[in-house]
Nanobody, 123 residues
C-alpha cells in the first residue's frame, strides 16, 4: 500500500520560512518523480514544484520560483520543499504526490497523494 505522509506545516509570519517533508512507503521511491501541489479554500489544486527521479530536473511554478526549493533523498525515501520568503498568498494545504514517470504540472497525472499539511502565512 502506497503511503505519502506530509509534515512540517504550520503558522508562520510573512517573510518567514518553513520546510515541508514527504515520507514515502509502499513504492519504489527512486522510480517516481515527486511533486508538491497546494490548494486554498475555494480554489483549484495548483502545481508548486516537481523533481525528477534522479533529481536532475526540477520545475517550479512562477509564483514560487526563487523562493521555494524542492529536493529529495532516495535513500531516506523523502521529498522536501524548503519554502522561504513566505507570503500570505502561499497559505494553502500542501500535498505531495508521486508520478511513475517524469515530472508533470498536471495533478490528474499523479496516482499517489498524501493527506496534506496546512501552511498558514500571516501578514
Amino acid at each position: 500500500q502506497v503511503q505519502l505522509v506530509e509534515s512540517g506545516g504550520g503558522l508562520v509570519q510573512a517573510g518567514g520560512s518553513l520546510r515541508l517533508s514527504c515520507a514515502a512507503s509502499g513504492l519504489a521511491f527512486s522510480n517516481y518523480a515527486m511533486a508538491w501541489f497546494r490548494q486554498a479554500p475555494g480554489k483549484e489544486r495548483e502545481f508548486v514544484a516537481a523533481i525528477s527521479r534522479s533529481s536532475s530536473l526540477t520545475d517550479y511554478a512562477d509564483s514560487v520560483k526563487g523562493r521555494f526549493i524542492i529536493s529529495r533523498d532516495n535513500v531516506k525515501k523523502t521529498a522536501t520543499l524548503q519554502m522561504n520568503s513566505l507570503k500570505p498568498e502561499d497559505t494553502s494545504v500542501y500535498y505531495c504526490a508521486a508520478h511513475p514517470f517524469g515530472i508533470s504540472r498536471l495533478n490528474t497525472e499523479y496516482p499517489h497523494w498524501g493527506q496534506g499539511t496546512q501552511v498558514t502565512v500571516s501578514s
